[in-house]
């Protein structure tokens, strides 16, 4: 019986940790790294990671297409995919580690006022600032999914007045929920330290504007690990301009690598970070895609397939 092969078509990211990881695991599985194809007809599963468009219906046999990443706004953007065929979001340990670790030292960041404390230090001023009781801020989460929620709940843990929004009422424990577009405002409303942690979807692109940033309390700070399209640029800047806003960080971009000239770079109060929020760790995510593989192939279905009509 032919053996089932892996095809690795993840361009800019090193391939031999990936291979070596899944072949000591799944030993009986053949991978291949694009574009090293060999016959398009062997192909069984794709494991991608902003791939080419139109590669994937090259593959007559294809029964799953695994993504490195937890987004998989980019496969499914592909005019030319594979209608059947299952689209597996990651689900990575490592990437909600990384992700915790990242947004808990950015609430932190703006919780501690320390960017007043690294203007008065550069002002050579001694001015101790009283930072609120955890429970004294609000922070929110827009999406509470695998990696939304369990941000929440260690900021809820360290006494954060905690909320999330998302598409359908979801009960996470010590986090209140507001959900659909009718939750929104009253949401955003509440909202001093707001992370976006949305997949990009219709629905979400080009949500965080200037009609969205203007419900939040004046003086609110974004921090913006979703994608780059969730924001409109211009809208930020205004909203600093005038106050609306105090700061940001943003992990994601429109356009990545970020312009050299885009105005991001300069701006005081932006910090600029490259898509290093959480990454996909191959220790941990390759236990992940190969539990999923063997599932798939012991007959059982795929966990975690992206829903294409939600396109997430
Ligand atoms: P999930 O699919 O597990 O969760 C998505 C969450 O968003 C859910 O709570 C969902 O609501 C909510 N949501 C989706 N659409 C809407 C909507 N229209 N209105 C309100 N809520 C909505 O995703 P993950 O947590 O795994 O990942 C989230 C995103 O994080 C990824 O798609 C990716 O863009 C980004 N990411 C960024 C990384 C970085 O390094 N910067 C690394 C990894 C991921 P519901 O619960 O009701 O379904
Ligand atoms: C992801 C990412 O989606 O790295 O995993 O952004």
Known sequence: MKASTLLFVCPGVSSEGWVRAIR?????????????????????????????????????????????????????RDPELPPKVPVVRMVDPGLAVGMNEFVLMRVLHYHRRMPEHERFQKEHRWVPLTPPLPEQRPVGIMGLGELGARCATTLAGLGFDTAGWTRRPKTVPGVKNFHGPEGLKPFLRRTEILVCLLPLTSETADILNRSTLSELPRGAFLINVGRGAHLVDADLLEALERGQLAGATLDVFREEPLPLDHSFWDHPAICVVPHVAAITQIETAADTLVENLRRHLSGRGFLHVADRRLGY
Do not use: C, M, Q
């Not at 291949?32 to 593959?59: C, I, N, Q």
């Open 24 to 76: 000591s695991r799944l030993p009986e599985l053949e991978v291949r790294v694009w574009p090293e194809v060999g016959h398009t007809a062997d192909v069984d599963y794709a494991f991608v990671w902003k791939h080419p468009a139109g590669l994937l219906r090259s593959f007559p046999n294809l029964k799953g297409i695994l993504s490195l990443g937890a987004g998989v706004e980019s496969i499914l």
